[in-house]
């Protein structure tokens, strides 16, 4: 079971309210997408989730379970960010592996897994090769690789394609999706982008100034926008 819950879930710095109280249940399996413009506390929703941020008031449960004050690794989630990282003296293959390690896994198992994340993200020639001897499109594959291998019942997106040129995200749209279907994992996925938001939500949450205005498929808010933000920014294609 990989649900996610969201009661009444609240953050403030010091004493500036940023969230102000978000409430979603989210079905094992789901793709949701945060969508909102830049300031209006995506990130900040996402990385409570993520256990890289505590919670000021609420309460989440991953897999049913309370979550509010466990540790990022017990979390039992894999998170991809715009800026992914990769390490660049490492290999492909030993950028996919390097969290597997961590976790003291044994080496022919890692080796296996790699593979196989590898082959399903179509990176199988690429294993030996550095960081800079990807494309962007590449280099975004291994950042997904090394998040699948870890099977986790959760997957966090932050905005994952934003360094990529137009026409690479939306090819990278697709493979996320038909990635996500095809492994069924849990998804929350940031972004201020409407049309990315439209074109890969099972449902989303439309956030201002750190409220869920609306949540929703993308055919609800789209004909049925519940507030006058949510009809003027989903209208208004970046
Ligand atoms: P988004 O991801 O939607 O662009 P963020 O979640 O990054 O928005 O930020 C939401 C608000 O919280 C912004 O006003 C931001 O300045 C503020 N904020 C984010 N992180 C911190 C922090 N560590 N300390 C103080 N304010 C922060
Ligand atoms: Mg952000």
């Not at 590449?138 to 994952?160: C, H, K, N, T, W």
């Amino acid at each position: 079971m990989a649900t996610v819950d969201l009661k009444d879930i609240k953050k403030s710095f010091g004493k500036v309210d940023v969230i102000h109280g978000v409430d979603m249940e989210i079905a094992d399996g789901e793709f949701i997408v945060i969508v909102g413009p830049s300031g209006c506390g995506k990130s900040t929703l996402l990385r409570m989730v993520a256990g890289l941020e505590t919670i000021t008031s609420g309460e989440l449960l991953i897999g049913g379970k309370r979550a509010n004050d466990t540790e990022p690794m017990d979390r039992d989630i894999a998170m991809v960010f715009q800026n992914y990282a990769l390490y660049p003296h490492m290999t492909v293959a030993d950028n996919m592996a390097y969290g597997l390690k961590i976790a003291g896994m044994p080496k022919d198992q890692i080796k296996a897994k790699v593979q196989e994340a590898a082959k399903l993200l179509q990176l199988d020639h690429l294993l030996d090769r550095k960081p800079r001897e990807l494309s962007g499109g590449q280099r975004q594959r291994v950042a997904m690789g090394r998040a699948i291998v870890r099977e986790p019942s959760v997957f966090l997106f932050d905005e994952p394609l934003s360094n990529l040129d137009a026409k690479l995200r939306v090819q990278m749209r697709l493979e996320i999706k038909d990635l996500q279907a095809k492994l069924g994992i849990t998804s929350l996925y940031v972004t201020h982008d409407q049309v990315e938001a439209m074109t890969m939500a099972d449902r989303m949450i439309v956030m201002n100034g750190g409220v869920a205005e609306q949540i929703g498929t993308p055919l609800d808010v789209y004909e049925r926008p519940q507030t006058i933000f949510a009809a003027q920014f989903i209208g208004s294609p970046s």
